[in-house]
Every structure is written in C-alpha cells, then in structure tokens.
C-alpha cells in the first residue's frame, strides 16, 4: 500500500493507493465525516454489479448506515438531471451535513458526486474511489467537480477536495481496454508536461502497461498522481502551473463537444488534442520535428488517436472559445516549452489554422 499527501492546508488529504483497498475498512475510515453517520454511495448502473456491493459491506464493517444512489451510467449522463436524482435521494433518506459521499466509479462519476458533495448542504465530506484507469491517475485528485453543458464540458461545476482518494489497483482488472487505454492519455501527458525521465520510462514500458502489468502499472499510476497532487498543492484554483493539466485539451473538448458526449471517449479527445498541440508548439518555434514525431509515436504505441475528425475549422474555433480556458475571446493554449516542460499562451487563430490543418492531415 503506497500513500501520497496532497498539501492544501486545513483541506489537505491523503491518496492511499494499492491492490484490494476496496475492503479494508480502517482505510476508508480515514476519510469519513462522521463515523457512526451515513454514507451515501454513488455509482452508475453498470459499476454497481462490479463493486458497490464490496464497497457497502467495507463502510458497514467501518461503522456507517450505507445508502445506494445508482445513476445512468457515462458522460451523456453527466448532468443537471442525473445531479438532481443525486439530490433527491440524499434528502428522500434525510442524510445530514455530516452525511459522507462515496464515489464509486470513473471520471464522470467522481466530477458529478463530488459536485453533488461541493453543494448538497453547502457542502459534505467526500471520498473518491476511482475505477478507471483516467480517475486513478487524474480525475480523482485535485478537487476540480463539475457536470456538462450543451453548450461545453464541465462548464458547471466547482473546486472542492475530497477528504480522502482510495484508489483500489485491483478495480481495473474489469476496464474494458478502450477504457484503459483512453486513461493511458493522461499518464502520458505528465511526462509531456512536467517530467522528460517519466516520458522516457514511458517509452521504455508502454509495452508493459498495454498488458497492465502490475508493476509498470503500479509505478505509472504512482508516478502520475505525485505530479498531479504536487501541481494541485501549489496552484489549487488554476492561477498557474495547474493549467499544463490541460495539454491537449482545448483541442480535445473541442473534439469532444463537437462529435457529441460519449462518441470519442475523454482521453481519446485528448491524445488527438495532444498531437496538435505538439504541432502548435513547434510552429511557435519550440519543439523540433523529431520532439512531435517522439509525442504521436508514444500516443500511437499506447493504441490512442493522433489524428482528429474534421469538424471544420470554424467549428473548432467556435468551441474552443466556448472552453473555459478563453478569456476575453482569446484563446489560451496549453504548449510545450520542449518535452517535459509546459507554458501557456494565448495563440492568434490564424497561427493556429496550419496546426489544426495538420491535426487531420492524415485523416481519411
Ligand atoms: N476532475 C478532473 O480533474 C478530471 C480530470 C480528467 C477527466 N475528468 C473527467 O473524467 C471523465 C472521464 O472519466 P473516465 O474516462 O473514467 O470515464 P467514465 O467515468 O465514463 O468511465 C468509463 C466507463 O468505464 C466504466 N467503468 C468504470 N470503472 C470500471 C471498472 N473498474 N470495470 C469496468 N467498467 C468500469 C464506467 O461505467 C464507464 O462506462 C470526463 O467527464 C472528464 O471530463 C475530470
Ligand atoms: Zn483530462
């Protein structure tokens, strides 16, 4: 059992990671609000049958009364009306402010419940238990909670840290592989970002995490949320050095809004926003040919798209401002510096055109 300590102070928590957290107990007892009080688990119809049954009985043995709320299961359900249900069902079963929301699934399911968590009573406490391989390495840490617009990804939501990450490594033994590997996106943009030698141990071990073998994983996963709770620690509310997380981003909420919720799975979006990217940074005179080609082989090898659907180029333009990354119309984009180090800077469109040109160049 590994720990990490994300420092934030009076709101600082810990991220317990190892195989077969999910039972123990005394781990989940750490992050309740209220021993002796209830805990309202939130998960989705098809994560319930897998785990909600083991996570139930684990927080019986710590000492709470256990509620179930089960929500329609994905990102087209990650919204204003699957928030509701959550709500409801935490008044219907009269949980108080000391009530501690679990949530139990992916992504999607860790941003709704912890947005439920940020506003039901003005806020309860809340522990992520992350299933996928996105919400092991990214999503579960740092305390951003939100639920999807029509109009763009996330645009409702708040900051609000959980008070403990239980990330149980076991759970992925039942990731379907588009899953897994739509997670592997995130992993490597922390070696794009922030850390050359974790790229490089990335290029090395690919092969080994493609077959989720359990140390490559082990040291992936690791590795992944000490960079993110080291960024989260020191700019919590995105002033700075949080926004690198969103490498590939703009571009890929782009993808993801214009082809409709669910179509290109999250980290899909993001490979192919990564490449782009990339291109940008060396039409902006930083990386060379070779650091571009070094990014798209890795998304390659990890099974992942480099190349983005043609939405047109007006289209990209018109959500990217939506983004919330846009401030005052000006589009801010996440570039590298070189490989392993990120900068953000606001890019006229028409320099961006020959980037988004080349994004699906080699489309069909
Ligand atoms: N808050 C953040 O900092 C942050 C960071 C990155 C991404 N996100 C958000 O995360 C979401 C994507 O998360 P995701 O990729 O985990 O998707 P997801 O939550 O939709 O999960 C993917 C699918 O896998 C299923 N699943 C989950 N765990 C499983 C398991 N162990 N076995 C079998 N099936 C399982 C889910 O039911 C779902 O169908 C996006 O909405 C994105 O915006 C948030
Ligand atoms: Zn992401």
Redesign the pocket.
Known sequence: MDELRVNLADRSYPIVIGPGLIRHEAVFARGLGNVGGTAALVT?D??AP??ARTVADTLTRAGTRVIQIVVP???TA?TWETLNLVHDALLANRCDRKTTIVAL???????LA?FAAATYQRGVPFIQVP??L??LV??SV?G???I?HPRG??MIGAFYQPTLVLADTD??A???ER?YR??LA?VVKYGFIYDYAFLEWLEVNMDALLVRDVAALARAIYRSCEIKAEIVGQDERETGIRAWLNLGHTFGHAIETGLGYGQW???EAVAAGMVTAAELSRLQGHLSAADVARVRRLIERAGLPTVSPRLGQERYFELMRIDKKAEGGAIRYVLLKRLGEAYVAAVPDEQVVPALDAAYADAA
């Open positions: 989705s098809r994560i897998l785990y299961d994905g990102e990650k699934g992916g992504g999607v399911i860790g941003d912890g299933t996928t996105l919400a990214d999503s740092g951003k909670t939100a999807n990804k996330n759970t992925l039942t990731l379907p899953e739509s997670g995130e799975l999250h980290g």
